[in-house]
């Protein structure tokens, strides 16, 4: 047997190995399929190769085992102290009873009452925002972003920390391994270092890695909590709001909304943020949890706040399920912003019947992002949606990176989470659902004026476009459960 007849039978013998591997791992349908197309692909080993390395969302085991060991516990203590006689939460979510028990089924995390929020829609106000309250802080300041800029917001943000820092305030940052690159790569890790800062960076990336876990999987999280009272969270990076522009593609500035909270929801976020920092950092502090989660007095009047994380480590599809339960809860209206729309069957059938049963669906989507597949494979939706009467906006104004939904003006949803399937099962996220009919209507407020910006796409015209974009597009769309 020559050496070209070995490696084609064992190129082929692979491909069926990991094919009975695809079907037997019981994935939807929709995934299963793409599987099989990419590992039959007419190309020696592309498909093998390909599925080796992002095939299976593994974290690796020994990661998996510390996370386990050494966060065990966390959210259980945590939700003692906030369920100590005065969170009692289900008043206030009662028209959202069946939301809040799901996101609390799959996260761990009870909704928590009174506290005040307010949604930031403005790239420049949020980091100043967030530099105030750094100037302000007392005890401790802890941030988690995905991306951080080497310049401008970030190092007016180092500049922030390097104060507290001197001020004896302890300062824990973690960011996102690839997604902070070039901050890593940068000098401020080192003058934030140097200033008493502690710092590490989420997921590592390399070749030994790459061998036991997925090197995609990444921390997309946008996370900051000062003094455990005061928190924000939403699509906003430590970038300026000039961050990925590219004039001559006409892609961006990027457009981002964050909210600010004040109260218990604070410490659900520093939850989060403590698991993550355990995990990356040589640091532990579960000793800690007490003097880090004091019970505190709950206002008389506030918002219910309801913060679920999401990931690979976390129950599967964790926030997918509260997602289709919050659509499916939809009686009037329901609006959603996001820059990458590919929802697999459910979330696809879910926005559809809520149009057919008389609810006013509108998703408004940027005109143009920075992927030209991930942008292909949500246009190939467009059809079966707006035939259902889902009404789809293309905002005009840059890339919008909001990621939010409301609810019949009732229930609204902002946080780091995209509508794919790469943020619902491969990305740690996360978002908050806040129970509150007055702070919904803010974020519709904000939502509308996306929407005032943004030009209507008909089924009339969609549908006349060249025969070569609708099959590049649906090409695109089998590849979906896999973006």
């Known amino acids: 047997m020559t050496l070209a007849t070995a490696l084609f039978s064992a190129d082929w013998l692979l491909r069926v190995i990991l094919s009975g591997r695809v079907v037997m791992s019981r994935r939807p349908v929709s995934a299963t399929l793409a599987w099989l197309l990419v590992l039959f692909i007419p190309l020696p080993w592309a498909g093998v190769i390909l599925y080796a390395i992002v095939g299976e969302p593994r974290l690796g085991w020994r990661r998996v085992q510390r996370y386990q060991r050494l966060t065990d516990g966390f959210v259980a203590k945590a939700t003692v102290f906030w369920r100590g006689g005065t969170q009692d939460w289900t008043t206030e979510c009662e028209p959202y009873k069946q939301v809040a028990n799901v996101a609390t089924a799959v996260s761990d995390m009870p909704p928590l009452r009174g506290n005040h929020i307010s ?5 420049d106000h949020t980091i100043e925002a967030l530099i105030k309250d750094i100037d302000s802080a007392r005890s ?3 941030l988690l972003y ?3 800029m080497d310049r401008g917001a970030g190092e007016r943000v180092a500049e922030a920390l390097e104060r507290a820092a001197g001020r004896g305030v302890i300062c824990r940052v973690l960011v996102d391994a690839v997604g902070s690159k070039h901050f890593l790569r940068s000098a401020l890790p080192g003058r934030l270092r140097r200033a008493g800062v502690k710092l590490a960076a989420a997921l590592p990336v390399n070749p030994l890695r790459m061998l036991f876990a997925r090197v995609d999987l990444r921390n997309h999280r946008k996370i900051a909590v000062i003094d455990g009272w005061v928190a924000y969270a939403g699509s906003q990076n430590i970038t300026d709001a000039s961050f990925g ?3 001559r593609r006409k892609i961006g500035p990027w457009i981002d909304a964050t909210a600010r909270v004040e109260g218990p929801a604070a410490q659900a976020l520093e939850v989060v943020f403590l698991r993550d920092w355990e995990i990356e950092s040589e640091e532990r502090l579960g000793d800690q949890l007490k003097e880090l989660l004091p019970e505190v007095p709950i206002p008389d009047e506030g918002s219910t706040v309801h913060v679920v994380p999401s990931g690979p480590g976390d129950a599967v599809s964790a926030l997918r399920q509260a997602l289709l ?3 499916y809860s939809a009686r009037e209206e329901l609006i959603l912003t996001t820059p990458y729309f590919v929802p697999d069957d459910a979330m696809r059938e879910a926005l559809i019947a809520a149009a057919l049963r008389g609810v006013a669906v509108t998703i408004v989507l940027p005109a143009r992002v920075d992927g030209v597949v991930v942008g292909a494979a949500a246009r190939a939706h467009y059809v079966d949606l707006l035939q259902a009467g889902v009404r789809i906006k293309h905002f005009r104004s840059g890339l919008l990176h909001s990621k939010t939904m409301t609810v019949d003006s ?4 902002i946080g780091s989470v995209n509508l794919d399937m790469r943020s619902f099962t491969l990305n ?3 978002t908050l659902f806040v129970y509150d009919s007055d702070e919904a209507s803010l974020m519709r407020m904000l939502q509308v004026s996306y929407i005032e910006d943004s030009d209507d796409v008909f089924l009339e015209d ?3 476009r060249p025969v070569w974009k609708r099959a590049f597009e649906n090409t695109m769309r089998m590849f979906g459960p896999l973006l």
């Open 428 to 430: 740690f996220e996360i």
């Open 462 to 464: 969609w549908v006349r």
């Open 245 to 247: 522009y590219k004039p």
């Open 119 to 123: 949604f930031l829609g403005d790239t």
């Open 140 to 142: 401790r300041v802890h």
């Open 410 to 413: 009732d229930l609204a949803m």
């Open 146 to 148: 995905y991306i951080w």
């Open 325 to 327: 339960t919050a659509i």
